[in-house]
């Protein structure tokens, strides 16, 4: 199995619905995404998915929730805008782009120290 992986930054604001603590007040955060791909074959340059293309798929799907209001965006105005939410909505907004490779986990940082992976 080979597998590859990308990284981007963006930065935000969220507020937690039904959170007791800190986190229910509008707060932001500079976010940073990595997202695994991972597949049996290589193409016939020796790629499992090009880097670049990966890279410019996950700028275009981080520029819908840069410099927002997280909690007024689908599908954050139905669901907790939380790590874990986010990583999954990375997932699914990614996935369909990436045949034959499979996304294999997808990591969401709040900050230095924190972060939420969401694996299929």
Not at 31 to 42: F, N, S
Request: include cysteine.
């Amino acid at each position: 199995m080979f597998e590859i992986c990308v990284e981007h930054s963006f930065a935000a604001g969220h507020a937690l619905r039904n959170y007791r603590g800190k986190c229910e007040n509008v707060h932001g955060h500079n976010y940073r995404v990595q997202v695994g791909v991972a597949g049996p074959e290589l193409d016939a340059s020796g790629l499992l998915f090009d880097f670049s293309e990966l890279k410019r798929m996950l700028r275009a799907t981080s520029e819908y929730l840069d410099h927002q209001f997280i909690n007024d965006l689908k599908p954050f105005d139905q669901i907790n805008p939380s790590a874990e939410n986010i990583a999954k909505f990375f997932y699914d907004e990614l996935q369909g782009g990436l045949k034959p490779a499979a996304i294999t986990f997808v990591r969401v940082w709040e900050t230095d120290t924190s972060y939420a992976v969401y694996r299929p």
